[in-house]
């Protein structure tokens, strides 16, 4: 149970999940709302996902505090439940919580983005966020990682403006054309996922701006990569969306067959740092898979 569905993280989830689905005779379920990112669509379709009386769930939730209480009616309903990529705020009914180093992600961002714009102490340097959702607990962890590391080594830079787009890209452009106008100085842009970062490249390239602002994004999508040759993106910030949705259909089968004794409560993967000066094999090995073979 997903936010927005095609999005090509969720699909290189749903790729992983399937292949261990299929490794283990299950029947997976891939469920969300297609492309809106909110728990007004969320919550209608976990419903009807509970009602099925599925042998286990795993969550991707798009608000902390609304996906609480889908927690509390699995558990009611004795239905494991546990959290892949983003988290309800209280954990304490979750099988597991599987997800990437969202903190280490947004701290990895802050250095690169100072590296390439030049950071130098005592200067003054302009920079902005775009994020999909104010409460999801990846875009929260990749922000304040991205804020605590800015304050501790590179005061000099200022976030001067942040905004949110649902995970739609074309808001993710308006976003960041409204801030190139605004912002004629702007050093740089960290897009905290993937849809934003799709709309922040679109929106550089229609002012001619790729290469002059620094663009740091987070997810691998196959058009994001290409992008990183040809000078768009500075650095993508990789996540391993298909071993999220393995692990995630390999801990709820064990929750279902042998309880969960020994099954880890908290599970976080690496992230990985592609640029230009990573080779074609790696940008290849880390791009997210959209299929199965």
């Given at each position: 149970m997903v936010g927005a569905s095609s999005d090509p993280f969720f699909q290189a989830?749903?790729?992983g999940a399937q292949a261990e689905a299929t490794a283990e005779g299950a029947k997976l379920i891939f469920q969300g709302d297609a492309t809106t990112y909110s728990p007004a669509t969320q919550i209608p379709i976990f419903n009807q996902v509970l009602a099925q009386k599925p042998s286990g769930i795993a969550l991707a939730p798009t608000d902390p505090t609304a996906l609480q209480n889908a927690m509390t009616q699995a558990k009611s309903a004795n239905v494991p439940i546990l959290n892949v990529d983003s988290s309800v705020s209280d954990l304490g009914g979750a099988v597991s919580f599987i997800t990437g180093d969202n903190s280490q992600g947004g701290s990895?961002?802050?250095d690169t983005m100072a590296k390439a714009?030049?950071?130098?102490a005592g200067g003054s340097y302009q920079v902005v966020v775009g994020l999909t959702s104010a409460t999801a607990s990846t875009n929260v962890a990749r922000l304040k990682g991205f804020q605590d590391q800015i304050a501790a080594k590179y005061p000099g830079i200022k976030i001067v403006a942040t905004g949110y787009s649902q995970s739609n890209p074309t808001t993710a452009n308006t976003n960041i054309s409204n801030w190139?106008?605004?912002y004629p100085k702007l050093n740089g842009i960290f897009a905290?996922?993937?849809t934003n970062a799709q709309g922040a490249s679109s929106a550089l390239q229609a002012k001619g701006l790729d290469g002059k602002v620094a663009l740091i994004g987070y997810d691998a999508y196959k058009t994001n990569v290409d992008l990183i040759k040809k000078g768009v993106f500075t650095a993508l910030i990789a996540q391993d969306p298909a071993q999220e949705g393995k692990l995630a259909v390999q801990t709820l089968i064990k929750a279902v067959k042998s309880g969960t004794t020994g099954i880890d409560k908290a599970v976080t993967l690496p992230n990985i740092v592609l640029d230009s000066s990573t080779s074609a094999a790696d940008l290849t090995k880390?791009?997210?898979?959209?299929t199965a073979g």
């Amino acid at each position: 149970m997903v936010g927005a569905s095609s999005d090509p993280f969720f699909q290189a989830m749903k790729v992983g999940a399937q292949a261990e689905a299929t490794a283990e005779g299950a029947k997976l379920i891939f469920q969300g709302d297609a492309t809106t990112y909110s728990p007004a669509t969320q919550i209608p379709i976990f419903n009807q996902v509970l009602a099925q009386k599925p042998s286990g769930i795993a969550l991707a939730p798009t608000d902390p505090t609304a996906l609480q209480n889908a927690m509390t009616q699995a558990k009611s309903a004795n239905v494991p439940i546990l959290n892949v990529d983003s988290s309800v705020s209280d954990l304490g009914g979750a099988v597991s919580f599987i997800t990437g180093d969202n903190s280490q992600g947004g701290s990895v961002a802050a250095d690169t983005m100072a590296k390439a714009i030049g950071y130098k102490a005592g200067g003054s340097y302009q920079v902005v966020v775009g994020l999909t959702s104010a409460t999801a607990s990846t875009n929260v962890a990749r922000l304040k990682g991205f804020q605590d590391q800015i304050a501790a080594k590179y005061p000099g830079i200022k976030i001067v403006a942040t905004g949110y787009s649902q995970s739609n890209p074309t808001t993710a452009n308006t976003n960041i054309s409204n801030w190139l106008t605004a912002y004629p100085k702007l050093n740089g842009i960290f897009a905290i996922d993937g849809t934003n970062a799709q709309g922040a490249s679109s929106a550089l390239q229609a002012k001619g701006l790729d290469g002059k602002v620094a663009l740091i994004g987070y997810d691998a999508y196959k058009t994001n990569v290409d992008l990183i040759k040809k000078g768009v993106f500075t650095a993508l910030i990789a996540q391993d969306p298909a071993q999220e949705g393995k692990l995630a259909v390999q801990t709820l089968i064990k929750a279902v067959k042998s309880g969960t004794t020994g099954i880890d409560k908290a599970v976080t993967l690496p992230n990985i740092v592609l640029d230009s000066s990573t080779s074609a094999a790696d940008l290849t090995k880390y791009t997210y898979v959209q299929t199965a073979g």
